[in-house]
């Protein structure tokens, strides 16, 4: 599974597939999902990474904070087809789109928006772009080096 890391059952927001961390140790990123499989011996040629075309969303306790990592109170109302809250289909997210302030998460490279008290976290081409390039899931030639205060992701 490389989807559906992080939703509205939690007390912040976060994306549902964000390709990196900045958490050495996380698990909840599509990297280490990759990476576990090929570490129990699956053939990295067989592994598939899922792409959500859809987000998770979030009821923000505050409008003001609405950055990842902002604290939530539940799930953002239902989408207008899909009926169901903390969920919108790709097409309801193009609809949020045109009346929301979009942001960009750099070191997981994924976006999201917020409206008010709604935010979601969603993939677009630019996200889709980055988990298809080559070596974007850690391959076998893939490097972490560690400083002090972050990794740094080095592809060979």
């Known amino acids: 599974l490389s989807y559906d ?12 597939s964000p390709l990196f961390s900045l958490d050495l140790w996380s698990s909840y990123i599509q990297a280490h999902a990759m990476n576990y499989w090929r570490k129990l011996g699956a053939p990295p040629e067989k592994l598939l990474m899922g792409f959500p075309t859809y987000g998770r969303t979030f009821r923000l306790l505050k409008a003001s904070k609405n950055g990842l990592q902002a604290e939530a109170v539940g799930p953002a109302s239902p989408g207008k087809y899909t009926k169901q809250a ?13 009346r929301a302030t979009k942001r960009w998460i750099d070191f997981q490279h994924v976006p999201y928006a917020y409206k008010g008290k709604e935010w979601v976290g969603y993939d677009d081409a630019i996200s889709f772009n980055y988990k298809v390039r080559p070596r974007s899931f ?12 972050r990794l740094l992701s080095v592809l060979f």
């Open 5 to 16: 890391f992080h939703g509205s059952w939690e007390k912040f927001t976060g994306h549902n």
């Open 138 to 149: 850690l391959p076998p030639a893939y490097c972490f080096l560690l400083t002090p205060m």
């Open 86 to 98: 903390g969920f919108l289909a790709y097409y309801e997210i193009c609809s949020f789109l045109r």
